[in-house]
């Protein structure tokens, strides 16, 4: 039963962690007109995600106020932690939720973390000047004239019927 063991811990690690497949850049380091539009997608998603970010800090800041000071070092003082585990607790939930909702945006707009990576990186190159140049213009269509955003490509209007 020893040596069936090691061999039973591998089975059921390699069953509950799927691969994942990598991102590949491209052997020409060109961005696509494709992952140019997952690129920006991805951009307005996580921009949307950084608000929602925002306002779950600081309804965590209003909520322990008389606990913690504006910049929340406190956070990174274990003594505090341990003496207020509640606040610790709400912290890693935003955490938590927070790299779920980056995740999300990622995953709507059919793009891995890698692959956009990649890319913010790809785009300063000179090879990449015409697709930046398209990211840009569609970036700027998103935020609108007034700075609204706008329907991302790709994405149907809902109606509100």
């Not at 300063?124 to 398209?134: L, M, R, S």
Request: proline share 5%.
């Amino acid at each position: 039963m020893k040596k069936l063991l090691p061999f039973i811990f591998i089975l059921l690690a390699c069953q509950t962690q799927p691969a994942k497949p990598k991102f590949t850049p491209p052997k020409d380091g060109k961005i696509t007109k494709e992952m140019a539009d997952r690129y920006v997608k991805a951009a307005h998603y996580l921009e949307q995600a950084i608000k929602e970010q925002g306002k779950m800090v600081d309804e965590f800041r209003e909520k322990y106020k008389d606990l913690l000071s504006p910049d929340l070092t406190e956070l990174a003082d274990t003594a505090f932690l341990r003496k207020h585990p509640e606040v610790k607790q709400d912290w890693d939930a935003i955490q938590k939720r927070i790299e779920e909702i980056e995740k999300e945006a990622y995953e709507r707009a059919g793009i891995t973390a890698e692959e956009f990576d990649w890319i913010a990186n790809a785009l300063i190159e000179e090879k990449n000047k015409e697709i930046q140049k398209y990211v840009e213009e569609q970036l700027s269509k998103l935020k609108g004239e007034e700075g609204k955003p706008k329907e991302v490509k790709g994405e149907e209007k809902k109606s509100s019927s």
